[in-house]
């Protein structure tokens, strides 16, 4: 994701604290003196200038330049006006009459004419063949004799031809106030309620009392009730009132609620509301990918060639020196995925995100909800569930960015890779010309791989037992490289071309990766350490929620999750309720049903959302009890549309959406030729700290929830990541998978283990009052243990899964009664522990 360099944050929080910046009619401005010098071109072109690749002439008393093709960035080529005065505080309107032939998004700055180039203006009119006239107004934060007007008109793949008249900038004109269309009043998901869960609305007023309220279909009332006041929400400064319609289970299309006057953007009631969700959240990751061509057939509207594999003007990734001094190697790091809007490739973010892809494959891997094909990506129909290939493609990446065996810090790995320099939007990854320098290593960058390495070498072990041994030896390697060199710390100030990453406690992330490793090897070198750690009893769930500077509760989840045999593994797992518990708290007391409630929200809170979402879904997988499931679809009201800005935060889901997230190359905003993020994609929403020069112009002062914009340079509110769509991913999959407890019991005991083999029994007893008639179970291994001989069942595996389906002699299970499957199974390196996920006739056995 993108951070801001420190000169920038420093810049932007002092002077652009007053910018009020909104598009306005285009009216006169209070007289005031003209500071554009010759705006309307009626003595020819001076004191205009531009880049020396085009030239300015008069065409029908207009200033036009033909501007050139196949240029990178927006500031490649350039018009513009010198030495023009701002006074202190004072408004301006700025307006101008633009032509583009054909039609093209410009950018219009006002800005410091030197470095940092400080922007007091900044905006993109789309203009068209036909011309349009265009204002806006903007404080003046300081006092400047010699500010620069702009236009910037590169960053095109073709050429074009651009006018500009009427030039005007004006002092005396009216601040404008940014007021976001929030639309009506009764905030629901605007995507829907799944039948036998939660339904919950709220209602923003000014009453104190309770009111009616009515639920609709097709001109029917559903439902009707009362509100309960809740007073003013701290997180939007609004007096609100909640709504539950929960009785409702009748499925249908286009419900309505309707309270004080106001009436709801239509939803759903629906089973298999986030099946489709689960799919779009995880097929975002292919068109994020680096290296490879992103066929159209696959995702229409998306193709575009392979990006930094060295074909001109990219210098590619294959051969990626270091920064200067940092070591005298290259390294072929091709591939992987794009971490954000930008090129860059951090393995600090691809950590988490990779991770927890895997792990949303991992706690369903005996339901089956990930499939061979089910993404349609280029590696669908190898064998491998999708979500594994997607998974691979990142994970080969970061296994190249380990230092080589002979090199210096060898075994550690490289905290990032990215352009030498930032690059502009729009500019997709072909067309980018930066060099690419690997940066230095961080003993966070190498926990990170011990972690994902770890983790990948049992998963990957029932399909390529090549692939998952050279992750388990790169994960060792990486583990000892970072004992060895336990406090090399990310330099916070390295954040030119990228962000900078920096991380000055990395306990955590030793927690994370002896956790992954103790679960896939079983050793007691790293169940010592995991035990010994402080975070291993800490109360580490924080109100803020988990990310990648955060990762113990990774190591707690997967621990409380994925069996294993730590001797306190029973209070792991009761800690997850109590995180779960805490936030469940946390959501009850917020009348927007947010597990996510500090004083201010943070950098990419969205995400922080769905960890929190995360917790408790765990916590209902360990407990099986229902408040937690309904906790995480209630919180998922918040992200698809029941908040304050009354709007889906995920691209393509509800009536309004975001959809213009910051990105490189999903810039529909600033390119008409060029798709929004696809559908599926998640915003970082409200950010308090609102560090862009968009929404610091708009959100000054702005409550929690009203920190956020839908536009693509507010780069702090409205920024696409890979490790903010990985949490989506696993909620939706989690909401996609719901298997029902059924009354039966399971119980699977290893009667014997030697060294390359084991004898299991599985007794399946019908615990309900009714019989059960045929019957298929279904099982995970932790790795890559496979059945060899069986009886009293037909079995089959799959990968990790083992299905057992009754004969016909034993098809029939009375109620109080059982029957018994055996096999004998090949072991597998690492320990072999008794699954505890158990599916018999699509329910969950207890």
């Known amino acids: 994701m993108i951070r801001p360099p420190a000169w920038l944050t420093l810049c932007l929080s002092t002077a652009l604290a007053a910018v009020a910046l909104a598009p306005v009619s285009a009216t006169a401005a209070a007289e005031g003196p003209e500071q554009i010098v010759n705006g309307t071109f009626d003595t020819g072109t001076a004191p205009w200038w531009s880049t020396a690749n085009t030239t300015l002439e008069l065409d029908d008393g207009r200033l036009c330049a033909d501007i050139p093709g196949e240029t990178a960035n927006p500031w490649d080529v350039i018009i513009g006006q010198n030495d023009i005065p701002l006074v202190k505080d004072e408004t301006y309107e700025f307006s101008f009459f633009g032509v583009a032939s054909p039609g093209r998004v410009a950018k219009a700055l006002v800005q410091l004419p030197v470095d940092p180039w400080t922007q007091f203006l900044a905006v993109n009119p789309e203009l068209s063949v036909s ?171 998306y193709g575009r060639p392979a990006g930094h594999l060295g074909a001109a003007p990219n210098q590619g990734d294959t051969q990626v020196p270091c920064q200067a001094g940092v070591c005298d190697y290259t390294l072929d790091v091709r591939g992987g995925w794009y971490d954000a809007g930008d090129h860059g490739k951090y393995v600090v973010n691809g950590g988490i995100s990779v991770h927890q892809i895997m792990s949303t494959f991992e706690r369903a891997k005996a339901d089956g909800t990930h499939a061979d094909g089910d993404l349609d990506i280029p590696e669908s129909g190898n064998g491998v569930p999708d979500i594994l290939d997607e998974a691979r493609w990142e994970q080969e990446f970061l296994l190249s960015m380990q230092v080589p065996d002979g090199r210096p810090h060898a075994g550690m790995v490289h905290h990032k890779i990215h352009d030498a320099a930032w690059t502009g939007l729009p500019l997709l990854p072909h067309l980018d010309p930066q060099k690419r320098e690997l940066h230095p290593v961080s003993t966070a960058a190498t926990l990170n791989l011990a972690a994902t390495a770890a983790q990948a070498a049992r998963l990957f072990a029932p399909y390529d037992a090549a692939f998952a041994a050279r992750n388990l030896a790169a994960a060792k390697k990486a583990w000892a490289a970072a004992k060895a060199d336990p406090a090399r710390y990310a330099d916070p100030a390295d954040g030119t071309g990228g962000g900078a990453y920096p991380d000055n406690d990395v306990t955590d992330e030793f927690y994370w990766a002896a956790a992954e490793l103790y679960i896939t090897t079983g050793d007691k070198e790293f169940r010592d350490f995991v035990l010994a750690s402080p975070h291993h009893t800490a109360d580490i769930w924080r109100d803020r929620g988990f990310d990648w500077g955060n990762t113990a509760q990774l190591g707690r989840l997967q621990l409380a999750a994925v069996p294993n045999a730590l001797p306190d593994r029973a209070r792991v797992r009761a800690s997850v309720l109590e995180g779960a518990d805490k936030y469940l708290a946390v959501q009850k007391a917020s009348a927007y049903g947010l597990p996510y409630n500090p004083p201010d929200f943070d950098w990419g809170s969205n995400n922080l959302v769905l960890n929190n979402m995360v917790v408790m879904a765990v916590a209902h997988d360990i407990s099986g009890e229902a408040k937690y499931r309904e906790a995480v679809l209630e919180g998922m009201d918040y992200i698809l549309g029941r908040n304050a800005l009354n709007q889906s935060y995920v691209t393509g889901y509800g009536e309004v959406a975001a959809k213009n997230q910051h990105s490189r190359w999903y810039a529909r905003q600033l390119n008409p030729d060029l798709p929004n993020p696809p559908k599926g994609t998640l915003s970082g929403g409200p950010n308090s700290a609102i560090q862009d020069p968009v929404a610091q112009a708009k959100l000054q002062g702005c409550k929690p929830q009203f920190c956020y914009l839908d536009d693509i340079e507010s780069w702090s509110t409205n920024e696409l990541t890979i490790n903010w769509n990985s949490p989506l991913s696993w909620i939706a999959s989690f909401l996609a998978d719901p298997v029902p407890t059924g009354d039966v019991k399971v119980t699977y005991t290893n009667h014997g283990q030697w060294p390359d083999g084991f004898n299991t029994q599985i007794t399946i007893t019908n615990t309900g009052d009714e019989p059960i008639e045929g019957w298929t179970l279904k099982w995970s291994f932790l790795g890559g243990q496979q ?60």
Request: one cysteine or more.
């Open 787 to 846: 059945v060899r001989r069986h009886w009293n069942a037909d079995l089959s595996q799959d990968g990790a899964t083992v299905t057992a389906k009754n004969l016909e002699w034993n098809r029939v299970i009375k109620p109080g009664r059982s029957v018994t499957v055996g096999f004998i199974g090949a072991d597998a390196p690492g320990p072999n522990p008794k699954p505890e996920r158990f599916i018999l006739n699509g329910t969950l056995a207890r």
């Open 131 to 301: 011309g349009n006239d265009y204002s806006y107004t903007f404080t003046a934060p300081v006092d400047l004799p010699n500010a620069q007007v702009a236009f910037q008109v590169g960053g095109s793949a073709t050429p074009w031809r651009f006018c500009v008249d009427n030039v005007s900038l004006k002092g005396g004109a009216e601040p404008d106030v940014y007021t976001p269309d929030t639309g009506p009043r009764v905030r629901v998901n605007m995507v829907g309620y799944l039948p036998s869960g939660p339904k919950n609305a709220t209602l923003v007023t000014e009453k104190t009392e309770a009111v009616a309220w009515k639920l609709e279909r097709d001109g029917q009332t559903v439902a009707k009730g009362e509100t309960v006041p809740r007073g003013v929400d701290a997180s939007s400064g609004q007096n609100v009132h909640s709504i539950d319609f929960g009785s409702v289970e009748a499925a249908g299309t286009g419900y309505t609620l309707t309270a004080d006057g106001e009436t709801s953007r239509p939803f759903d009631i629906a089973a298999g509301l986030y099946d489709d969700l689960k799919t779009d959240a995880l097929k975002f990751y292919y068109t994020q990918r680096s290296g490879i061509e992103i066929l159209d057939d696959l995702r229409p509207g």
